[in-house]
């Protein structure tokens, strides 16, 4: 009797140890690619790259509104006056990664080439802008601009009131969050001008009022 006991309780055992690996699998298999849980006391992996659909790129490298300011030379093209120190002031406001509208000033002063005096160059216009790359693509954003604006001459054989259809080649990009640096080139062609005046030494001296000039700016942008 007694060994009948011994024999059944090791039956029960038996069955039990058989038992529990075959519900540990059937447990796995409702979810086959779950993966096990690591053993403990096994280190954490630091975290991964940030998933594929969520862009690296902060969306600041497109700011909305910047407000800039710069210095640096103009002349004209024609001769009609030196290369001089020229300055300027810019708003730009973004339409979408690659159209953009601006505004901006330009001043300069040039003495002129027939030795009466000096120019004084003001210019106001508006202008769009195309980004040639979006801001990620590259580490600095090229783009074009054109526009119209109005132009004045001051001083000897000035002219009040002039047209001009501006183009700019030119380049930027955020220092920080909020500081944008950047230089273009401008030409600027006049129309409607005359710059001459009986004071000219010579009848021969230049007299169109169109220019260029080279820029760079610094400013905020948000």
């Known amino acids: ?33 779950q993966p096990l849980p690591p053993p403990e006391g096994t280190p954490r992996s630091p975290a991964g790259p940030p998933p594929a659909d969520r862009p690296i790129i902060p969306p600041h490298l497109q700011p909305t509104l910047s407000f800039e300011g710069g210095a640096g030379v103009l002349g004209y093209i024609s001769g009609t006056a030196a290369v001089g120190p020229a300055w300027n002031a810019r708003v730009t406001a973004s339409i979408n990664e690659r159209f953009a509208v601006e505004g901006n000033y330009t001043g300069s002063v040039n003495r002129r080439s027939d030795q009466t005096g000096s120019l004084v160059y003001t210019a106001v216009d508006a202008d769009l ?24 001459y001051a001083g000897p054989g000035g002219d009040g009131a002039a047209v001009t259809l501006p183009v700019a080649l030119g380049a930027e990009r955020l220092i920080t969050q909020n500081i944008k ?24 001296a230049a007299t169109s009022g169109s220019v260029w000039s080279l820029l760079a700016n610094v400013g905020g942008a948000f």
């Open 1 to 33: 009797m007694r060994m009948r006991r011994m024999v059944a309780a090791g039956l029960v055992a038996a069955g039990m140890a058989a038992t529990v690996p075959a519900l540990a699998q059937q447990g796995r298999s409702a979810n086959p690619n």
């Open 129 to 152: 802008r195309y980004n040639l790359l979006r801001a990620d693509q590259f580490f600095v954003q090229p783009y074009l601009a054109g526009g119209i604006g109005y132009v004045g």
């Open 181 to 204: 640096a950047g230089a273009r080139f401008n030409l600027r062609p006049a129309f409607f001008d005359d710059l001459s005046h009986k004071g000219q030494i010579t009848s021969t």
